[in-house]
């Protein structure tokens, strides 16, 4: 058993992504790479569904995919908020993802921003599951984020704290993290 699916379901992120690049750089590049987009394209039908204008993500994708590098300049979009649930992390993940094959950047930091992207794919399918499960947590924070409970967090943080520490979340957390651990052990059987 590799040390992602060890670190999995504890759910300590940073151990994981630290375990994450640590594979990563036991593996091809191009391996490592193909498991971070394989991630990402996964995703774009969730993506799509709340932002069909925004095809600048699939894109992007198949960009990476045919030329093996990002394109010179990002697409404007790319910075722009998109309001849906993971979509902050998804579109985080897609500049990791463009950061991870700059070929001017040191091979192990590529492979940090590989890792973060996965990561941070995983937390947008998380986030998507969830706010699916529970639309009116998605209205709630999106009309009052901000403002603060009796409690002293804002209801934000609170729903953030109900997302992140529900049990479905929690198993599909583990269950994420080991599909990446799988992938890994594939690949480093090649």
């Known amino acids: 058993m590799n040390a992602i699916a060890t670190h999995a379901p504890a759910r300590d992120w940073a151990a994981l992504t630290e ?3 640590n594979a990563f750089l036991s593996l091809d590049f191009y391996a490592a790479l ?16 709340h932002h069909p204008e925004a095809t600048w993500a699939k894109g992007l994708l198949v ?11 990002l697409p404007q979009e790319a910075g722009m908020p998109h309001s ?30 590989l890792a973060s992207a996965v990561s941070q ?14 639309p009116e ?32 979340t929690a198993a599909r957390d583990t269950a994420a993290w080991l599909e990446v651990a799988a992938a890994v052990e594939q690949k480093s059987r090649r």
Do not use: C, M
Request: zero cysteines; hydrophobic letters at 45%.
């Open 84 to 113: 849906s649930p993971g979509a902050a992390n998804f579109q985080q993940a897609l500049i990791d993802l463009a950061r991870g094959v700059e070929k001017q950047t040191p091979l192990e930091n590529r492979l940090r921003f």
């Open 137 to 168: 947590a998605w209205a709630e924070q999106s009309e009052r984020g901000d403002e603060l409970e009796p409690n002293g967090l804002t209801v934000r943080q609170r729903i953030y704290l109900d997302f992140w520490y529900d049990p479905q």
């Open 121 to 134: 794919v995983i937390v947008a399918e998380l986030a998507a599951a969830w706010y699916a499960d529970h």
């Open 34 to 49: 193909e498991i971070a987009l394989t991630r990402a394209h996964a995703f774009i039908p969730t993506w799509e569904s």
């Open 63 to 73: 960009w990476i995919v045919s030329y093996g590098v990002a394109p010179a300049n």
């Open 19 to 21: 375990a994450l690049t």
